[in-house]
């Protein structure tokens, strides 16, 4: 079974500009989350989105949205760009719905970069 | 809101080696489950283990085994016999059982940076 994939790898933007992430989930899996890697906070959720619609949202500004296709790709985007921005952005794919199956596998992520 | 705190920015360890990497967490959920991942340089998020709140038995992957203590909230990953590869950042991470709920999600803590050394 193929992985998670999420393109492009690497990003270079800058500041005020706009970005649309993209990622694959593993084929069968319904549920796809997106986390914000950064040195200085870690690893914070983002969203959830699971058969099209949002079902978790983390703390973060409107400037950070999310949609999810019936294929269960998914993607993210954020407006208005900040330095702050800058950061790994990583997807991650569960099937959710089986109590047995409930890990939830990353993809390799996006590297943002906003200058 | 759920916390995870791993104590222990940096470990080293010999090759050939046993390490332990320590996690405690909060929350006042009674179900839920608690995971180990590691990020390699390459940044790809590798599940190492988890482990059911429920069960009392540790969890066990090959060299790799938990000290899970639920009453104390803590959650340790131990490494037997360490290998070169195992060099990478440890994130113990918690996330709630309820499926319908909005703490469906993986909270980490903020990593344990291990290096093996040959």
């Known amino acids: 079974k193929a992985g998670v994939t999420q393109t492009p790898r690497y990003l270079i933007k800058t500041r005020g500009q706009q970005v649309t992430l993209s990622c694959s989930p593993i084929?069968?899996?319904?549920?796809v989350s997106w986390y914000q890697q950064t040195p200085g906070q870690g690893l914070q959720f983002l969203f959830e989105y699971f058969s099209e619609t949002q079902r978790n949202k983390g703390n973060f500004p409107g400037r950070f949205s999310g949609r999810q296709f019936s294929n269960s790709r998914s993607e993210m985007n954020v407006s208005t760009l900040e330095l702050g921005d800058s950061a790994l952005y990583l997807c991650a794919s569960s099937s959710r719905t089986a109590s047995f199956s409930y890990e939830q596998y990353f993809g390799p992520g996006t590297r943002l970069t906003v200058t | 809101a759920q916390t995870v705190t791993q104590s222990q920015p940096e470990m080293s360890v010999q090759e050939a080696e046993t390490v332990t990497l320590s996690c405690t967490y909060d929350t006042s959920e009674s179900d839920y489950y608690l995971f180990w991942y590691k990020q390699p340089p390459s940044r790809q998020m590798i599940l190492v283990i988890r482990?059911?709140?429920?069960?009392?038995q540790n969890a066990t992957e090959n060299r790799f085994s938990v000290n899970f203590q639920k009453a104390a909230k803590s959650f340790s990953l131990k490494i037997s016999d360490s290998q070169l590869g195992d060099a990478a950042m440890y994130f113990c991470a918690y996330r709630s059982a309820d499926s319908g709920g909005s703490n469906y999600k993986l909270t980490f803590g903020k990593g344990t940076l291990l290096t093996v050394n040959p």
């Open positions: 084929s069968g899996h319904r549920s």
């Open positions: 482990q059911e709140a429920y069960k009392q």
